[in-house]
């Protein structure tokens, strides 16, 4: 028999209001995470009432999970969303760039999508950061590849923070089709495997603690930890502050949003 975790694991797993290929992208991509850093990932410790929500009449609905690392690992949290969002952030015991996917749905036939390393180094004063996590993958060849479509196209975010934090090779794109199976096409034929490669570099090349045996001095650690510190706080400010009030009321909001500043350690 599922215990009450099972069954909230598998509520979360469900996306129940996206299409069947945009929901087995999203499940496919957090396997592979689990499957992958099992042995690094603790359980989810978030109460009941936060990892599954509604607003109050019930038109808005959201999962969430929040795993952190083990002390030994270099991942301290992965977090997603039931708007098809996951993240993966590293510790300040590697430098290594974090992960991002993100499909913002506007309407049956068009969706933004939003794949990146978000890198944690200034890339002008460290161009060797640029060559090992950026040019040595070929990050770039995704969103160039992607852009080649007639159906989409660059998205520029209204947020500058959003647009600062990003890096070059970002695949930040906008996608317009003229009927929903064509969506579906591109998101199956292109979008999937595009993710599902970046999600490999990620793993292989900043997830990976065998390959990060660099010492990184205390100083620098500190400088990583203040970066990461308001990287999160910003995207909670610019992103669920804003939204979560208006989607789920100001009762489920300030539970969650609370929970999630919690995990972070932005509070």
């Known amino acids: 028999m599922e215990d009450h975790d099972d069954l909230l694991r598998r509520k979360f797993m469900e996306f129940p209001y996206v299409s069947a290929t945009r929901k087995q992208l999203m499940v496919d991509l957090m396997s592979t995470v689990e499957d992958r850093l099992h042995s690094q990932l603790l359980p989810c410790n978030l109460p009941p009432d936060v990892r599954s929500f ?3 009449n019930g038109s808005a609905e959201a999962s969430l999970l929040i795993r952190s690392g ?11 969303l039931n708007i098809t969002s996951i993240s993966g952030f590293l510790n300040s015991s590697t430098r290594a760039p974090n992960f991002v996917v993100e499909l913002i749905q506007s309407s049956p036939k068009s969706l933004v999508l939003i794949l990146d390393l978000p890198h ?9 950061y640029l060559k090992e996590y950026y040019q040595d993958t070929s990050l770039d060849t995704h969103r160039q590849s992607l852009l080649k479509l007639p159906e989409i196209k660059p998205y520029v975010s209204p947020s500058l923070f959003v647009r600062a934090a990003f890096s070059p090779t970002a695949s930040m794109l906008e996608i ?41 001095g205390e100083e620098e650690k500190m400088e990583l930890d203040r970066r990461d510190k308001s990287f999160r706080k ?9 939204q979560f009030p208006r989607m789920f009321g100001e009762e489920v909001s300030s539970r969650v949003v609370h929970a999630i500043k919690e995990a972070f350690g932005v509070l």
């Open 54 to 56: 509604k607003n109050p």
């Open 234 to 242: 910003k995207s909670i400010e610019e992103d669920l502050d804003l």
């Open 176 to 216: 317009d089709a003229e009927e929903e199976e064509k969506l579906e096409e591109i998101l199956r034929d292109h979008v999937s495997p595009a993710a599902k490669e970046v999600l490999g570099v990620w793993l292989e090349r900043c997830a990976n603690e065998e390959l990060e045996k660099r010492v990184i």
């Open 120 to 128: 944690r180094k200034d890339l002008v004063r460290h161009p060797d």
């Open 70 to 80: 083990d002390k030994s690992s270099p991942i301290p949290t992965g977090v997603s």
